[in-house]
């Protein structure tokens, strides 16, 4: 399975962006597609995931509220909807995927896409 992530861009604090996960290639039963996010010098961290057969979605309460990820089963897409951006936000923001339940380690997680940068300004 292959996965791309876009969307990114540079906005300022307050604004919103809505980055997406295409998921293309060889059939993947049912995965969890969770989003994660590394800036220079940091941990990558854990932002949800959803279930792909249930539209189950699962957050970690630094995020919950103002991050929010959805599916589009028709064009094989994951969502990420942040809003109100902050300077700490700005990061290298990637998807990724693996089989079973949902994690928030990234070394369960077995495929990733490329990333895509968001930069929020103040």
């Known amino acids: 399975v292959q996965l791309q992530a876009s969307g990114g861009g540079s906005v300022q604090a307050g604004g919103s962006l809505r980055l997406s996960c295409a998921k293309s290639g060889r059939a993947f039963p049912d995965p969890v597609v969770a989003w994660f996010r590394q800036a220079p010098g940091k941990e990558r961290e854990f932002l949800g995931a959803i279930k792909w057969s249930t539209g189950t979605t699962s957050y970690p309460t630094s995020v919950k509220g103002r991050f929010f990820i959805s599916r589009d089963s028709a064009n094989n897409t994951v969502y990420l909807q942040v809003n109100s951006l902050k300077p700490e936000d700005t990061a290298a923001y990637y998807c990724?995927?693996?089989?079973?339940?949902?994690?928030?380690?990234?070394?369960?997680?077995?495929?990733w896409g490329q990333g895509t940068q968001v930069t929020v300004s103040s």
């Open positions: 990724a995927a693996k089989f079973g339940s949902v994690s928030q380690s990234r070394y369960e997680y077995g495929h």
